[in-house]
C-alpha cells in the first residue's frame, strides 16, 4: 500500500500547495508536448478549468463545444475512437449528470478512453448555490459499469492520477475542486490508481476520506494526537475500483472508522465503505460526514464545509465523540 | 460490389428485407417499422458508398457509420451479415439468453463502432469522428442514420450547431424521414418540420431523396458532400414498414412482430417482389 508522509511530526503544519486544477492544466501542458493527439474538450470552461494557459500555447489541441455538456462528451467520445487522448473538462455539477447518458453509453459502455474532468467539484461554487454543487457525481457514476473515478487530495495525487489517466486506455473520472489544497506527500511518493493512501497511521480512529475533505481529516489528526488520541488519516483517491481491503483493515485495526466527503452521504465513500464491512462481516462503530438530505446552506465552501463538520475541529468532535460513545458501551 | 447495377441492389434490398423478417419472427421482437424504412439506405450505404469492409475494419482511413437509430438494428445486422463480417446464421441469436446481438447496436459485433440506441447521440459521437478526420488530414467520411422522431432531442441540435460552426463538410446525416413514432405522427406528436429550414438556418446543406428509390439513394449518396465548408443533410423520404404492403404507413409496426400467418404473407409479397424484378432484369 502507498504510504504518504506517515513519519512527518504529526504537528507540523502543512505547507500550502496550489490549486489542485492549476497542477492538472501544466500537467497536460506538459503531456501535450510530447503528445499532439492529446486534446482538451470544454464546454465554454477553459477559464474556471484553469485551461486558458494550455489554450494559449496549444490553440489546436483545445476543442471547444460551447455550453453543450451532452454534445461535449459525445464528441470526446468520437475523438477518442479516433485515437485521440481526450480530456473532456467542465464543471462537475453539469458534466456527470447533464451528461449521465453519454457518459454511461458513448464512453464507458462503447468503451472508449474519455477522460472526463468535472471542475469545481463537491460544494467548490460555494453560495452560487445548489444547481452548481456537485455533490451526486460519485453516487451516480459508481453505479456506471467501466469507469476509473479518482477524486485526488493534493497537487501530488493530482499529477499522478492526471499522467495515469493519459496512459489508461480505460474511461475515467476525475474530481478536482477549486482551492489551493496543502502537501499531503512526501517529494518522490509513490501512488496507484485503486491503491488507498495511509497518510497518518494510528489505531484509535481511522478517517476515510477523498478530495478535499482530505485535509481537514488529515489537520484533525493532528488535534487528536495531541490529546493521546491515534488518527488514521486514509486518502480514498480512487472512489471506483474502491480499495476494499485498506477499508477492511481500518476496521479491524481502528476502534472506530469516520467516512469524510464533499459529497452527499447517500452514494458516496461512506455507503460504499459501510457495503464493504458489512459483506466482510466487520462491525465497528461507524459514522458517515458529509453532505446530508438537504439542499445546502448558503456560503463559501469553507462555510458550508464547517457547518456540516467537514473541518479540523467538527472531525475532531465526531472522533471523540464516537470513541467516547464506544466506551460507554 | 461497387458495379452492382441499380436492378441488382433493388433485389438485394428485396433479400435483406426477407432475411430481417426472418430473424424478427425468430426472436419474436424487433423494430420491423423501422427497419423496413432504412433498410434501402443501409443497403446502398453499404454496398456502393462507404469505404468499409471487414478487411479494412481497423484502418483508421475507413469511412465511418454511426447508426443514431439504433432500434434498427435488425436492419445493421442483417446488412452487415451479407457484407461478410459474421456469419449470418449468428442472427439465430438475437435476443437470446448471453447472445452478443443486442435490440441495439454494440461494439461485441463485428462492424459496429459505437453503442446507440438511447436517441440523440450519433449526431454528437460523428461530430467528434469527422473532426478527428479533419484534424488528422484523413479523408474518410462520417455518415450517421437519424430518425424524425429523434430529432426532438435536444442534443442533435447542440451537435448540428457544433458541425456547422467545425465546417465538418466529412459529415453527413440521412434522416429516414418515415414521419411516424411511437405513438403515432411525428408531425402530431412534436411537430420538427419544417426539418430543412431548420437544419439550414444552423449552416447544414440540406437536400431530399427518394429513400426507396435505388437509384436516386446512389446518386444522392456517392456526390456529398455537396458544400465544401458545410455538413450535409439528406432528408430520406421513407415509409415505415416499406416492401409489405399490410405494414406500410402504420403505426403499430413500429415494433410489431408479425404472426405466423403475417410472416407467410409478408415473405409471399417480397418473394413475389423479388421474382419480378429477375424477370424485368431477365
Not at chain 1, 501535450?32 to 500555447?57: C, I, M, W, Y
Not at chain 2, 460490389?1 to 432475411?19: T, Y
Not at chain 2, 467545425?166 to 405513438?183: P, Y
Amino acid at each position: 500500500m502507498p504510504q504518504g508522509n506517515v513519519n512527518m511530526e504529526i504537528t507540523d503544519k502543512l505547507t500550502t500547495g496550489r490549486p489542485n486544477l492549476e497542477v492538472y492544466s501544466e500537467t497536460l501542458s506538459a503531456m501535450a508536448a510530447e503528445n499532439s493527439d492529446l486534446l482538451v474538450v470544454t464546454s465554454d470552461s477553459r477559464g474556471s478549468g484553469k485551461l486558458v494557459p494550455f489554450a494559449q500555447k496549444y490553440p489546436e489541441q483545445i476543442v471547444e463545444t460551447g455550453i453543450a455538456e451532452q454534445n461535449l462528451v459525445g464528441i470526446s467520445a468520437g475523438l477518442a475512437s479516433c485515437g485521440k487522448t481526450v480530456f473532456a473538462t467542465s464543471p462537475a455539477c453539469f458534466l456527470a449528470t447533464r451528461s449521465l447518458e453519454q457518459i454511461k453509453n458513448d464512453v464507458a459502455y462503447s468503451d472508449y478512453p474519455v477522460n472526463l474532468v468535472g471542475i469545481s467539484a463537491g460544494v467548490s461554487y460555494g453560495a452560487l448555490g445548489s444547481t452548481h454543487h456537485s455533490i451526486h457525481d460519485i453516487a451516480a457514476l459508481r453505479a456506471v459499469n467501466n469507469i476509473i473515478i479518482v477524486a485526488p487530495a493534493d497537487n501530488h495525487e493530482t499529477l499522478m492520477a492526471v499522467r495515469a489517466a493519459a496512459a489508461s486506455n480505460k474511461p475515467f473520472y476525475l474530481r478536482f475542486g477549486k482551492k489551493p489544497m496543502p502537501d499531503l506527500y512526501d517529494e518522490g511518493a509513490g501512488f496507484d490508481i485503486g491503491k488507498a493512501t495511509v497518510l497518518t497511521d494510528g489505531d484509535d480512529i481511522a478517517f476515510i476520506a477523498f478530495g478535499e475533505a482530505v485535509a481537514p481529516a488529515y489537520e484533525a489528526a493532528q488535534l487528536l494526537y495531541r490529546e493521546g488520541v491515534g488518527a488514521r488519516v486514509i486518502s480514498m483517491h480512487t472512489l471506483k475500483p474502491l480499495d476494499n481491503e485498506a477499508v477492511i483493515r481500518a476496521a479491524l485495526e481502528c476502534k472506530a472508522v469516520i467516512t469524510v466527503e464533499e459529497h452527499s452521504i447517500f452514494g458516496g465513500l461512506g455507503e460504499a465503505s459501510a457495503a464493504v464491512l458489512m459483506e466482510e462481516g466487520v462491525a465497528v462503530p461507524f459514522r458517515r460526514v458529509g453532505i446530508p438530505d438537504e439542499y445546502t446552506v448558503t456560503g463559501s465552501q469553507s462555510d458550508i464545509f464547517r457547518h456540516y463538520g467537514i473541518t479540523a475541529g467538527g472531525l475532531y468532535e465526531s472522533a471523540l465523540r464516537i470513541l467516547k460513545s464506544q466506551l460507554k458501551d | 460490389m461497387a458495379s452492382c447495377s441499380d436492378k441488382e441492389l433493388e433485389i438485394k434490398s428485396a433479400v435483406l428485407r426477407l432475411a430481417l423478417l426472418k430473424y424478427i419472427k425468430n426472436a419474436n421482437a424487433g423494430h420491423t417499422g423501422g427497419d423496413l424504412s432504412c433498410i434501402d439506405i443501409l443497403n446502398v450505404l453499404y454496398n456502393d458508398v462507404l469505404n468499409v469492409s471487414p478487411e479494412n475494419f481497423n484502418d483508421p482511413g475507413r469511412d465511418r457509420y454511426i447508426q443514431s437509430k439504433g432500434h434498427a438494428v435488425e436492419a445493421l445486422y442483417v446488412v452487415l451479415a451479407s457484407k461478410g463480417f459474421f456469419p449470418e446464421s449468428d442472427l439465430e441469436t438475437i435476443g437470446r439468453y448471453r447472445s452478443h446481438y443486442v435490440g441495439h447496436p454494440t461494439r461485441h459485433v463485428n462492424g459496429i463502432e459505437f453503442n446507440t440506441g438511447a436517441l440523440g447521440h450519433g449526431l454528437s459521437i460523428s461530430a467528434g469522428i469527422a473532426l478527428a478526420g479533419k484534424m488528422d488530414n484523413m479523408n474518410y467520411r462520417v455518415f450517421t442514420l437519424l430518425g424524425d422522431g429523434e430529432l426532438a432531442e435536444g442534443s442533435n441540435w447542440e451537435a448540428a450547431m457544433f458541425a456547422s460552426h467545425k465546417r465538418l463538410d466529412n459529415l453527413v446525416a440521412i434522416l429516414d424521414h418515415n414521419t411516424l413514432q411511437i405513438t403515432g405522427r411525428t408531425a402530431e406528436v412534436c411537430n420538427p418540420c419544417p426539418i430543412d429550414e431548420k437544419f439550414r438556418a444552423f449552416g447544414w446543406v440540406v437536400t431530399h431523396v427518394d429513400g426507396h428509390d435505388i437509384k436516386d439513394l446512389r446518386s444522392v449518396l456517392r456526390s456529398v458532400p455537396f458544400v465544401t465548408g458545410k455538413p450535409t443533410l439528406i432528408i430520406a423520404d421513407t415509409i415505415k414498414g416499406k416492401g409489405v404492403s399490410f405494414m406500410e404507413n402504420v403505426v403499430k409496426w413500429h415494433h410489431g412482430v408479425p404472426d405466423d400467418g403475417q410472416y407467410k404473407a409478408a415473405v409471399r409479397e417480397l418473394e413475389l417482389r423479388i421474382k419480378e424484378l429477375d424477370d424485368k432484369t431477365a
